[in-house]
């Protein structure tokens, strides 16, 4: 965790906090939802700014508007959402209900006809997406709005472990 910013760290390297993308946005949300696996409390105090620090990245619109909009703000980053949104869900409650309301909505109406997502982020390049295929987009908006089944709150305690 980074105290100054709210963020996790992506790399502790020299260079990478030097440039102008100190960190990568997945990397909070990430670090909320793995320690919350690991039974740490992500409720808690300790965990406070980052949990700030996704919401305050919460969808507004799905599309790609630039670099810095896509690495400062999150904005179209699908790699973020899916992770906002792992995080989310174990927080639960009033932080849950908000990004859940905001993903739904950015997502489902940008879905295609064809039940498809047009490709709108930088990772979507790397992995070789485009305006035919649309697997990776697809694949990361079906993975950030199926939640609900992967973490089925009877399947996990409230602390992250296995039920009795």
């Known amino acids: 965790m980074d105290p100054r910013f709210g963020w996790v760290r992506y790399s502790h390297n020299p260079s990478r906090l030097s440039s102008s993308y100190p960190t990568l946005p997945a990397s909070t949300p990430a670090c909320l939802f793995a320690a919350s696996l690991v039974g740490e409390d992500i409720n808690s105090d300790y965990y406070k700014d980052a949990r700030r620090y996704t919401l ?87 993975l950030t709005l199926e939640v609900y089944y992967r973490y089925f709150t009877p399947l996990l305690s409230v602390n992250g472990g296995p039920t009795d």
Do not use: H
């Open 56 to 142: 305050q990245r919460v969808p507004r619109g799905y599309g790609f508007k630039g670099d810095d909009a896509f690495v400062q703000k999150a904005e179209g980053n699908l790699y973020f959402w899916y992770y906002g949104s792992l995080a989310m869900f174990r927080v639960g409650g009033e932080a849950w209900e908000r990004w859940n309301g905001d993903m739904k909505k950015t997502l489902l109406d940008a879905q295609d006809d064809d039940g498809s997502w047009k490709p709108i982020s930088i990772y979507a390049r790397y992995a070789g997406d485009d305006w035919r295929d649309k697997s990776y987009s697809t694949a990361m908006c079906v």
